[in-house]
C-alpha cells in the first residue's frame, strides 16, 4: 500500500485530508526529486539489448532512386539494417487516415524522414553507422510554405467550411470594416523526456512494448499492423511520460513500431530512443498557421459579421491534422458572438515533417485571429479593449457559436470583470496611459484576454474510457484506467476519486501503469479529457464495489442497502461499525467479487462535418488573463512585469494540481508566442533543431507578480464530481502577452493603429512593429 | 603530472561511495553514472542546455569542499577524478529528504519529473554553499534548468523555502573525499603545472585541450565523434589564477566564469552583469574565458567585451615560450584563429584603465537567459561629454569574427559627442558590417541592434539615463 510520505515520517512532507478538493502531492513526488521515479530509459537494461538509429533523408521532396546500404551492415556494432520493404505487415503507421510509412517507400516527402533504420549494440555503433549509407536520391520540387501551397491547392485533406448567414453582406453593410493577417508559427513540443520504446519479444512470437505515448492502444494497434500480428499478442505499456504536451499522441508510435519489427527480427530486446537532435527535426509539432481575417462592426465595435480564412501548415501527411484544423475552426470565434459568419479551414500540404497534436490542438491558432481582430476594432473605434471584448461577448440570446452549439453557462461576463476588478484593471489603465505619455524609450503594454474552450473529442467516438479495480484481501486497492500520466497528475486525481466514490483512505489506492492488457481499446490521454472520462469510468468501478460491499454487509446485518455506509474506512450498518478490511475478508470468503470494471461514454456529444453543425463539446472551460509587459522601444527587448489569471476548472478536485496545470499552461503558451520561434530554411531544414536555438522559457520569464485564482463555479454538466478539464485551456491564456506587447507597440503611435505582429512576438518583431506604428504616427 | 601505469582506474567519490573506473576520454560523467545504476539523473537534451543532467561536484579548496554544479552530459568522467560527485540519489540521508528535495514536494514544484533530479541539484548546490534566501539567488541558481510543465513558480518558491530552512547535516560521503590516495585519469591527461602541460601537448600530437568543454564535448554527443585522449587544462594552477601585475589584470584561461563574476563585482558591472547572461550557472561553472576564445566562434559573448576593454591574449608553446596579441589580431576567419598547434592560450590581460574607463557591453537574444548572442555590443569611451578622447567600438555576431569598428572609432575621437555626432555615427553602422540573417536574426534586425547599441552608449556617456530593461537584476 502506498503511503503519502512514502514510509518516511521524518521527510517532514505535509499530509493533507485525502479526499476529492483537497490539494494532495503529486502521486510520484517523493519519486521525483529523489530520482526513484523510473522512465523508459531508466529500465535496467535486459541483456543482448540492441539500440536503434535512422538514416534520413536530407532533401525535402525526392524519389529514391537506391539505397546502399553494404558498408552500413558491415559497421562495428551493427545486428541488424531494416529498408520498408522488410516490414513483414504494412509500413503505413498513420493514427488516422494514410501516409504515414515507418520507413519511406519509393519517395521522401520531408528532411529528416527515416529512409533506414539500424540495430546495433549501442546507440552511437548505429548512429555512426547511418552515415555510412549511400542514397541516390532525385530531388524533386518542394512546397515548404503556406503561401506556396495554399498557391497551388496543395492540401492533405478537403477544405471546411463554418457558416452562418451571410458574412460578406453583413461586413460590406457595416459601418466599420477591418481586413488584416497574421503569420502564426508553430511550436516545438520540448517534453524533456524525448521519445522512447523499448521492445521485449515474447514467447508467442508476440511483443511487449514499453513506451513513452499518450496512446498505448493506438501503439499496440499499429505494433500489431506492422508485425502483421494480432492485437492481442501486442501489450503496450506505459507508466508514466517526462511530458507529452500532445507529442506523443500520435509520434511515440514509430518508435514502438520500429523497436518492435527489429525485437521480433532478431529475437533481441530493443530500445529505440531519439536524440533530442532527432526528436526536434523527426518528429510533428505544432502547426504553423497564417489567417486572414475581415470583420464588419458597429461604432461600439460589436461585431456584424467576420470572414476567416485559417490556414494550417499539416507537413506531408494527415495525421491528425484534420481534427487540428477544425479546432481552430472551433476556436476562430474565441469567447465572442459572430452574428453572421463564414469560417473556412485549409490542411496545406507541404513537403516537411507531418505536424501534429500540441495542446490546444489547433485552437490557439483560431483563438489568436479572434483575439488580434479584437485589438484592431479597439483601435478603430477608440474604446478600452477590454470593453470592446466584454461587449463581445456570448450571451443570453446571443449565445449561438458559428458551428450551431449554444453556449449555455456564460461565466465570462463575471470571471473578465472579477478580473479586472481583482487586478486593477481600468486603474492601470490610467496609469500607463500617462507613463506612455511622458516616456520615450520604454513603453508599457496590457491586455485582459478570455478563454473558452470546447471540452471533448471532436471524433465523437473517442469519448470513452475503461477501468479495472480490484481490491485485494488486504483491503489493499489497485485500480487501472485507460489514461496515462505524463505529469498532469491524473494518477493522483484517479486515486482520490477511488478513495472518495469507496470510502476509504487514499493510501490504499495504488494506480498501476496503464498497459493495454487491462484495459482495453482506450482513447488517448489528450484533448484535456483525462480526468474527465477515467475519472468517471474509475468512479463506475469503484461504486460497483461499493454496492457489493453495501448489499453484502446489509444482507449479513439485516438491514436495507440504503441504511449501510462507507466512509473513512470503516463500513456502518445497523448501529455496528465494521473496519473496511475486516469487511473485504469477510466478503472474499463469502464469494463475493472484489473486482469490477468501469465504463463511460461522454453523453450529449455529437456533430456533423459535411455541414459543420452539431454539439461537438459536452461544456466550455473557461478563463481570462490580464498581462502587463514593458517594452523597449530602441530593441523590442521588452519584459512581462505581471500576470493575473482567473480560469474555470469547475469544482476542483485538486486545486494544487490544477493551479499547476494553469501555471505551466500559461508559460507554455506565453513561450509559443514570445521566444519559441520554429524556423525552417528555404530547402526546408528545421534550423531551430536544438535547444541552443530554440528557446522555451527560463525561471527569468517567469512574470515578477504572477497570481493564479481558481473562479470555484461547479460544472452545470454532471461530470466527474462537477469539476472541469484543465489540461489545454490555460495554454491560451498566454495570449494576453502577445496582445499586451502589441498593445505597447501600438502606444508609439498614441494607439492610432495597430500595427501587424506576428508570432512568436520575439523582440524581432516587437521591434518591427513598434517600428511600423512609429512610421505610422510619422506619416499622420 | 602525476604519469599512471597502464590499465590504472580514475578514483573520484560518488555520493557515499569511492568509485574506480577507466573510461575514454570522450565518455560522459552522465553515461558513466546511468551506466552504475544511478537513473535519477537524465538526458534531457546531450548539449548542457536543459540541465536535467544536473550533478553537484565537491573539490577540496583547503579545508573545505567547495561543491557547485555542472551538467553532467557534457562532463568527460575521467576529469572528476578526485572529485565528489553528488546526484539526486546522493543528497537524502535515511528517510530524511534533503530541504531541496523536501521543498520541493511541498510546492508541488514536479509534473512530469524529469527535469525534478536537476532542479533538485541546482537548489541543493545552493543550500550547499549557504546562499541567502533571495529570488535573484535561486533564479541563478536554476538558470539552467528548463522545465515545460511547471511554469517555475512553485520550483521558486521550494528554492526560497529551502534556503530558509535551518542548517542541515553534511552530505554524505563528502569525508572520503580525502582519502583518495591516487586519482589519476587515464585518457583525460591532467597536467597541474604549465611545463607539464607543454610536455602533454608536444607528447600527444592531436589531443584537443579541454577546459569546462562545455562546446568541445558537442562534438562527442551531437556529432558522435570519437575523442580518444583529452588535455584538461583545468588543474593548472598558473592557468587558474588571477594576478594584477603592471597595472593590468591577468586572468588564467582556465579561470570559470562564476570566478570571474566574483573577480569584477568591484570592478565592472557592466561585465558581471553580461556574465549574468552568458550560459547559465552550470555552463560557467564549467565555462572559460580561454575556451570562448579558443574555440573561434564568432558569436561568442566575451571576444567583444574584451577588444573594447583592449585585453591581449598571451598565447604559450610547448617550448615554454610566450607571445601576447590583441583580441581582433588572434581572429583570422570563421573559426579560425591565430593559435598555432602547439600552443594554448594561457592567459588575458585586461589593462586596468580600461575597467576605470566609461564601457558598455548590450547583448541581444531570444531569450533573456542562457540564450547565444544575435549582436553583442562592446564600448568604451574615454574624456567627457564635451570631448570623447578614446573610443573601442566592438561586435560579435555581425561577422565572421567578432570586430572592431575603427572609422566609428575615428569618427568620435576628439569630438563633442552631441545629438548630431551621435546620429551621424549610428548611421555608419549599416554601411561598416554585413551581418547574416540565420535562426538568430535577420540582418536588417542585426545591424538595427547594432547601430541602438552603439547609440544608447553614447547616451548613457553623455550622462542621459536609458535604462536596460533587459539586465538581470543584480542584488548588492
Not at chain 1, 477544425?326 to 476556436?331: K, Q
Not at chain 1, 446489509?554 to 473496511?580: K, M, R, T, Y
Not at chain 2, 593559435?339 to 584603465?353: F, K, M, S
Not at chain 2, 547583448?363 to 574615454?382: H, N, P, T, W, Y
Request: charged share 20%.
Amino acid at each position: 500500500m502506498r503511503k503519502l510520505t512514502n514510509g518516511s515520517a521524518g521527510s517532514g512532507v505535509a499530509s493533507v485530508d485525502p479526499v476529492v478538493g483537497s490539494d494532495l502531492i503529486h502521486e510520484s513526488a517523493i519519486k521525483h526529486v529523489t530520482g526513484r521515479a523510473t522512465y523508459v530509459d531508466d529500465m535496467p537494461e535486459p541483456a543482448n539489448l540492441l539500440h536503434v538509429a535512422t538514416g534520413q533523408s536530407p532533401v525535402a521532396h525526392g524519389r529514391l532512386r537506391s539505397v546502399n546500404l553494404e558498408a552500413v551492415r558491415k559497421a562495428q556494432g551493427v545486428v541488424d539494417v531494416i529498408v520498408c520493404d522488410d516490414i513483414p505487415g504494412d509500413p503505413d503507421i498513420s493514427p488516422v487516415y494514410t501516409g504515414d510509412q515507418l520507413l519511406a517507400g519509393g519517395f521522401v516527402e520531408y528532411v529528416g524522414q527515416p529512409i533506414f533504420a539500424v540495430a546495433a549494440t549501442s546507440l552511437e555503433a548505429a548512429k555512426r553507422a547511418c552515415r555510412l549509407a549511400q542514397l541516390d536520391i532525385e530531388e524533386l520540387p518542394a512546397i515548404l510554405t503556406l503561401q506556396q501551397a495554399m498557391q497551388a491547392s496543395e492540401f492533405v485533406l478537403p477544405t471546411r467550411t463554418f457558416k452562418v448567414g451571410d458574412a460578406a453582406s453583413a461586413i460590406d453593410g457595416a459601418p466599420n470594416v477591418i481586413e488584416a493577417e497574421q503569420t502564426v508559427r508553430g511550436q516545438e513540443h520540448f517534453y524533456l523526456e524525448g521519445q522512447v520504446s523499448l521492445a521485449l519479444p515474447t514467447e508467442d512470437g508476440g511483443v511487449h512494448v514499453v513506451s513513452s505515448s499518450q496512446h498505448p492502444s493506438e501503439v499496440q494497434k499499429l505494433v500489431a499492423s506492422v508485425l502483421g500480428l494480432n492485437i492481442h499478442q501486442v501489450q503496450a505499456e506505459v507508466r508514466r511520460m517526462g511530458g507529452g504536451f500532445g507529442g506523443k499522441e500520435s509520434q511515440a508510435a514509430a518508435l514502438a513500431c520500429m523497436a518492435a519489427v527489429f525485437a521480433v527480427r532478431t529475437g533481441q530486446p530493443v530500445k529505440y530512443r531519439m536524440p533530442r537532435q532527432d526528436d526536434m527535426v523527426q518528429t510533428g509539432k505544432r502547426h504553423d498557421f497564417w489567417n486572414r481575417y475581415r470583420a464588419g462592426f458597429d461604432d461600439q465595435g460589436v461585431l456584424q459579421g467576420v470572414e476567416m480564412e485559417l490556414a494550417g501548415l499539416c507537413g506531408c501527411t494527415a495525421d491528425l491534422s484534420e481534427g487540428i484544423v477544425d479546432r481552430a475552426m472551433f476556436h476562430a470565434d474565441n469567447a465572442y458572438y459572430y452574428p453572421q459568419t463564414t469560417i473556412n479551414g485549409y490542411r496545406c500540404k507541404t513537403h516537411t515533417v507531418s505536424n501534429t497534436a500540441f495542446r490546444g490542438f489547433g485552437g490557439p491558432k483560431g483563438m489568436i485571429a479572434a483575439e488580434s481582430l479584437m485589438d484592431d476594432i479597439a483601435r478603430k473605434v477608440k474604446r478600452d479593449p477590454l470593453d470592446v471584448r466584454l461587449d463581445n461577448l456570448y450571451g443570453p440570446g446571443r449565445d449561438e457559436t458559428p458551428y450551431g452549439q449554444k453556449v449555455e453557462q456564460h461565466l465570462l461576463p463575471d470571471m473578465m470583470r472579477k478580473l479586472a476588478d481583482d487586478a486593477d484593471y481600468y486603474e492601470r489603465r490610467k496609469a500607463i496611459s500617462a507613463y506612455n505619455r511622458d516616456s520615450t524609450v520604454l513603453k508599457k503594454g496590457l491586455a485582459l484576454t478570455p478563454v473558452k474552450f470546447g471540452i471533448s473529442f471532436t471524433a465523437t467516438h473517442l469519448n470513452q474510457a475503461g477501468a479495472l479495480l480490484h481490491v485485494y484481501t488486504d483491503g489493499s486497492i489497485s485500480i487501472n484506467h485507460g489514461g496515462t500520466e505524463m505529469g498532469q497528475g491524473l494518477y493522483t486525481k484517479i486515486a482520490q476519486i477511488v478513495a472518495t466514490t469507496l470510502g476509504v483512505s487514499y493510501e490504499r489506492i495504488l494506480v498501476t501503469a496503464t498497459r493495454t492488457d487491462k484495459v482495453p481499446n482506450t482513447s488517448p490521454t489528450a484533448a484535456s479529457s483525462g480526468t474527465d472520462i477515467n475519472g468517471m469510468a474509475a468512479k463506475q468501478a469503484a461504486e460497483k464495489i461499493r454496492l457489493r460491499l453495501s448489499s453484502f454487509v446489509a444482507e449479513q446485518h439485516n438491514v436495507p442497502v440504503e441504511e449501510v455506509s462507507i466512509a473513512n474506512d470503516v463500513v456502518e450498518a445497523g448501529g455496528q461499525q465494521l473496519p473496511f478490511d475486516e469487511v473485504v475478508k469477510s466478503a472474499y470468503m463469502a464469494r463475493v467479487q472484489l473486482s469490477a470494471t468501469g465504463f463511460y461514454k461522454t453523453p450529449k456529444v455529437h456533430f456533423d462535418k459535411e455541414s459543420g453543425k452539431g454539439h461537438p463539446f459536452f461544456y466550455f472551460a473557461n478563463g481570462c488573463a490580464a498581462a502587463e509587459v514593458l517594452v523597449d522601444g530602441a530593441t523590442g527587448e521588452y519584459r512581462v512585469s505581471r500576470v493575473d489569471i482567473l480560469h474555470d476548472v469547475g469544482s476542483s478536485i485538486n486545486p494544487a494540481l490544477d493551479i499547476g496545470q494553469i501555471e505551466g499552461g500559461f508559460i507554455q503558451g506565453m513561450g509559443w508566442l514570445t521566444t519559441e520561434e520554429l524556423l525552417w530554411d528555404d530547402r526546408g531544414r528545421v534550423i531551430s533543431n536544438s535547444p541552443a536555438n530554440y528557446k522555451i522559457p527560463t525561471a527569468y520569464d517567469l512574470p515578477e507578480q504572477f497570481t493564479v485564482s481558481l473562479y470555484d463555479q461547479p460544472n452545470n454538466e454532471d461530470t466527474i464530481y462537477r469539476s472541469k478539464a484543465v489540461g489545454e485551456p490555460p495554454l491560451m491564456l498566454g495570449l494576453s502577452v502577445w496582445c499586451a506587447l502589441r498593445d505597447a507597440a501600438s502606444s508609439f503611435a498614441d494607439y492610432q493603429v495597430n500595427p501587424p505582429m506576428d508570432a512568436p512576438a520575439t523582440p524581432e518583431q516587437v521591434f518591427k512593429a513598434i517600428q511600423s506604428a512609429k512610421a505610422f504616427r510619422r506619416s499622420s | 603530472m602525476k604519469t599512471c601505469p597502464n590499465g590504472q582506474e580514475l578514483k573520484f567519490v560518488l555520493n557515499n561511495q569511492v568509485v574506480e573506473l577507466s573510461a575514454s576520454a570522450d565518455k560522459t560523467l552522465l553515461q558513466a553514472v546511468r551506466e552504475l545504476g544511478l537513473t535519477g539523473t537524465k538526458e534531457g537534451c546531450a548539449s548542457g542546455d536543459c540541465g536535467a543532467c544536473t550533478v553537484m561536484v565537491g573539490e577540496q579548496s583547503g579545508d573545505e569542499i567547495r561543491y557547485h554544479t555542472i551538467n553532467a552530459c557534457i562532463a568527460p568522467v575521467e576529469q572528476q577524478a578526485g572529485k565528489h560527485v553528488v546526484t539526486v540519489e546522493g543528497l537524502q540521508s535515511g528517510d530524511v529528504l534533503h530541504p531541496a528535495q523536501r521543498e520541493m514536494v511541498n510546492c508541488h514544484g514536479s509534473q512530469c519529473g524529469f527535469c525534478t533530479p536537476g532542479f533538485v541539484m541546482s537548489l541543493a548546490t545552493l543550500v550547499e554553499q549557504g546562499a541567502p534566501a533571495e529570488r535573484e539567488e535561486v533564479l541563478q541558481g536554476i538558470s539552467g534548468n528548463l522545465c515545460r510543465c511547471t511554469g517555475y513558480r512553485p520550483i521558486v518558491e521550494a528554492g526560497l523555502k529551502a534556503l530558509q530552512a535551518p542548517f542541515q547535516q553534511p552530505i554524505e560521503g563528502a569525508g572520503l573525499l580525502q582519502s583518495l590516495e591516487s586519482f589519476e585519469a587515464t585518457s583525460v591527461l591532467q597536467p597541474t603545472t604549465e611545463p607539464e602541460l607543454q610536455a602533454a601537448i608536444s607528447q600527444q600530437s592531436g589531443a584537443g585541450l579541454i577546459a569546462g568543454g562545455t562546446d568541445l564535448m558537442l562534438e562527442v554527443t551531437q556529432r558522435y565523434q570519437s575523442m580518444p585522449t583529452l588535455i584538461d587544462v583545468s588543474n593548472v594552477e598558473s592557468l587558474k589564477s588571477v594576478h594584477e601585475v603592471d597595472g593590468s589584470l591577468v586572468i588564467g584561461a582556465a579561470v570559470p566564469y562564476t570566478e570571474l563574476e566574483t573577480l569584477f563585482a568591484a570592478r565592472s558591472e557592466p561585465f558581471v552583469s553580461l556574465l549574468h547572461r552568458l550560459g547559465s550557472r552550470q555552463i560557467r561553472n564549467s565555462g572559460t574565458l580561454g575556451g570562448n576564445l579558443a574555440n573561434g566562434s564568432p558569436i561568442a559573448d566575451t571576444p567583444p567585451v574584451l577588444i573594447a576593454l583592449d585585453a591581449r591574449i598571451e598565447l604559450v608553446n610547448t617550448a615554454g615560450e610566450s607571445r601576447m596579441l590583441s583580441v581582433q589580431d588572434f581572429y583570422k576567419g570563421y573559426r579560425d584563429t591565430d593559435l598555432g598547434g602547439d600552443e594554448y592560450v594561457a592567459r588575458i590581460h585586461i589593462p586596468v584603465q580600461s575597467l576605470d574607463a566609461f564601457h558598455r557591453f548590450y547583448k541581444s537574444s531570444k531569450r533573456l537567459e542562457d540564450d547565444i548572442s544575435s549582436v553583442m555590443g562592446a564600448f568604451l569611451f574615454e574624456g567627457s561629454a564635451n570631448e570623447i578622447t578614446g573610443a573601442r567600438v566592438a561586435y560579435g555576431g555581425m561577422a565572421a569574427t567578432p570586430v572592431r569598428l575603427a572609422a566609428v572609432e575615428d569618427a568620435l575621437v576628439g569630438e563633442k559627442p552631441d545629438a548630431g555626432l551621435i546620429a551621424e555615427v549610428v548611421s555608419m553602422i549599416a554601411s561598416q558590417m554585413t551581418p547574416l540573417t540565420d535562426v538568430r536574426a535577420s540582418a536588417e534586425y542585426r545591424s538595427a541592434m547594432a547601430a541602438s547599441m552603439l547609440e544608447r552608449a553614447l547616451l548613457e556617456f553623455t550622462g542621459e539615463d536609458r535604462p536596460v530593461i533587459t539586465e538581470v537584476q543584480l542584488h548588492a
